[in-house]
């Protein structure tokens, strides 16, 4: 299904529905796909980041929050519907660093996307939803604290998170932070998005002003007309944006000819 938001169509892939729209109709009448999942799906394709190379300012941001919070680790992430993509990391477990990646049902911060609410867990060993994760049993890992990162329709598409080997807690102020720092990588992303739509009707309109020079150039008469003892020679120069002079001569009914110059 193509879904137009003034940009560029995204297509929404949906599991076992080879993006039929009567299956996607259907998986979402049985309540096998909620809406909301959907909307994400097509967030998650009009952001275009998953598998995509670290970028500086995000990468600033993990390591800053690593060390404001003294915590081994710190991630900005963003999840699909199997897959848990790491955009930035600090502290990332070799098991995950080559990839980058983490399957979805082992995903703390899977948490944050179902629920869009913000986690804070001072021991994850004590909380029955995170006991048996991974992370704490195989990485030993015991605090989490996370927000959401939410796409411009407010669904959350990922997570802004960090985690310590330790139990600890973080004040109602350093939540706050973190809201705000994840508000401020969504800024970012979104800017991008920006940036590439910018510089693709960029390319779109230099391709059209070079196929415009073409006709203009095919249009001209040729560069030397010659009369009676005269001659009338021009040159074309084409510039940077569409204009200049476009010459034409003709010869007139009387026998005297003119010259027009637009």
């Not at 060993?125 to 015991?142: K, L, M």
């Not at 992303?189 to 940036?195: E, K």
């Not at 059209?208 to 120069?237: M, T």
């Amino acid at each position: 299904k193509e879904i137009s938001r003034h940009s560029p169509a995204v297509v929404v892939d949906v599991p076992g529905t080879d993006n039929d729209p009567l299956l996607i109709s259907a998986h979402l009448k049985s309540g096998t796909m909620t809406r909301d999942r959907f909307r994400r799906a097509i967030e998650m394709r009009r952001l275009d980041i998953l598998l995509t190379t670290p970028e500086q300012p995000l990468d600033n941001v993990t390591r800053q929050l690593a060390r404001i919070f003294d915590v081994p680790g710190a991630f900005i992430s963003f999840i699909d519907e199997n897959t848990q993509y790491y955009k930035s990391e600090v502290g990332l477990p070799p098991l995950f660093a080559a990839s980058r990646t983490e399957p979805r049902d082992i995903s703390l911060c899977s948490y944050i996307v179902g629920t869009n609410e913000p986690l804070l867990v001072e021991d994850l060993t004590i909380d029955e939803r995170f006991a048996d994760n991974p992370a704490v049993t195989q990485f030993g890992v015991r605090f989490y604290a996370g927000t959401p990162l939410r796409a411009e329709g407010g669904q959350a598409v990922g997570s802004l998170c960090i985690v310590d080997q330790r139990p600890r807690n973080i004040t109602p102020r350093e939540q706050q932070m973190l809201d705000i720092l994840a508000e401020g990588v969504m800024a970012h992303v979104q800017l991008q998005i920006a940036s590439r739509h910018l510089a693709e009707r960029s390319r779109v309109i230099e391709e059209d002003l070079r196929r415009a020079i073409d006709v203009q150039r095919f249009l001209l008469p040729e560069p030397r007309v010659e009369g009676a003892g005269w001659a009338i020679e021009h040159v074309y120069r084409p510039v940077e944006h569409l204009g200049g002079d476009f010459v034409d001569v003709q010869r007139r009914p009387n026998d005297g000819w003119g010259v027009l110059l637009a």
